[in-house]
């Protein structure tokens, strides 16, 4: 865990201790029930100060975000939980959702078979429509977590479901673009990272909400399921 972790509210400030307050009573030989040679209102034994916990980290930057959300997850989730991320979300949303088409392979044949202007509009039309299911879906996670407990953010747990989503699932992609998404390889590429991507989800509701496991992976379990039968199934 990269440094101490940030609390969601702002602690109320102690008050200053009044210079009248009467000091602690000790004898150091003078009799009059008061130490000297120290300052005024100081007290006889004061312990060692706490030093003040470290400043928070600031957000990554796309180009960190994306690799390490995949390479180094847990201190990405912990670094990332207040912080919202609409821009990366969703143009890579969008683009999964323009190149997911050609995962399919009777979509592929009938954008392949038709003009170049009405391609270019069911393209659009697909990556917005994963741009807003994606969107439902991260919240519906966000709020399953609100209720069982969770203390997270919306727009930082929406964003990092988004980009679970459409990020887990490129490998299977890219393979199912060159060989076709009913071969094997691309079968078993499909189980392989759904499963990451519910162990992605778990671990972020996880961090995000500060949640037991379990939890954290039923929240995400009606996101992570309508990957399976949206996406995946398309080709499984």
């Given at each position: 865990?990269?440094?101490?972790?940030?609390?969601?509210?702002?602690?109320?400030?102690?008050?200053?201790?009044?210079?009248?307050?009467?000091?602690?009573?000790?004898?150091?030989?003078?009799?009059?029930?008061?130490?000297?040679?120290?300052?005024?209102?100081?007290?006889?034994?004061?312990?060692?100060?706490?030093?003040?916990?470290?400043?928070?980290?600031?957000?990554?930057?796309?180009?960190?975000?994306?690799?390490?959300?995949?390479?180094?997850?847990?201190?990405?989730?912990?670094?990332?939980?207040?912080?919202?991320?609409?821009?990366?979300?969703?143009?890579?949303?969008?683009?999964?959702?323009?190149?997911?088409?050609?995962?399919?392979?009777?979509?592929?044949?009938?954008?392949?078979?038709?003009?170049?202007?009405?391609?270019?509009?069911?393209?659009?039309?697909?990556?917005?429509a994963m741009v807003l299911g994606s969107l439902l879906l991260s919240t519906v996670t966000h709020n399953l977590a609100?209720?069982?407990?969770?203390?997270?953010?919306?727009?930082?747990?929406?964003?990092?479901?988004?980009?679970?989503?459409?990020?887990?699932?490129?490998?299977?992609?890219?393979?199912?673009?060159?060989?076709?998404?009913?071969?094997?390889?691309?079968?078993?590429?499909?189980?392989?990272?759904?499963?990451?991507?519910?162990?992605?989800?778990?671990?972020?509701?996880?961090?995000?909400?500060?949640?037991?496991?379990?939890?954290?992976?039923?929240?995400?379990?009606?996101?992570?399921?309508?990957?399976?039968?949206?996406?995946?199934?398309?080709?499984?």
């Amino acid at each position: 865990m990269p440094g101490q972790r940030r609390k969601r509210e702002q602690e109320p400030q102690q008050p200053y201790p009044s210079p009248y307050q009467a000091e602690p009573y000790y004898d150091d030989g003078h009799g009059d029930g008061y130490g000297h040679g120290h300052g005024y209102g100081t007290p006889a034994a004061a312990g060692p100060a706490e030093p003040p916990p470290p400043p928070p980290q600031p957000p990554l930057p796309w180009k960190e975000l994306l690799p390490s959300l995949i390479l180094k997850p847990d201190p990405t989730f912990w670094r990332m939980r207040d912080y919202p991320m609409w821009g990366p979300a969703l143009i890579v949303t969008f683009l999964y959702g323009t190149v997911a088409v050609f995962g399919l392979d009777k979509a592929r044949e009938d954008i392949l078979n038709t003009t170049v202007s009405n391609a270019v509009i069911y393209l659009l039309i697909t990556g917005v429509a994963m741009v807003l299911g994606s969107l439902l879906l991260s919240t519906v996670t966000h709020n399953l977590a609100r209720q069982f407990g969770g203390n997270g953010l919306w727009a930082p747990t929406t964003g990092l479901a988004m980009l679970i989503m459409a990020l887990t699932d490129v490998p299977r992609l890219l393979v199912a673009i060159f060989v076709g998404g009913a071969t094997p390889v691309v079968q078993i590429l499909g189980w392989a990272t759904w499963l990451f991507a519910g162990a992605l989800f778990t671990m972020m509701v996880a961090r995000s909400h500060e949640l037991p496991w379990p939890r954290a992976l039923a929240a995400s379990a009606i996101q992570l399921l309508s990957l399976l039968m949206l996406v995946k199934l398309g080709t499984l």
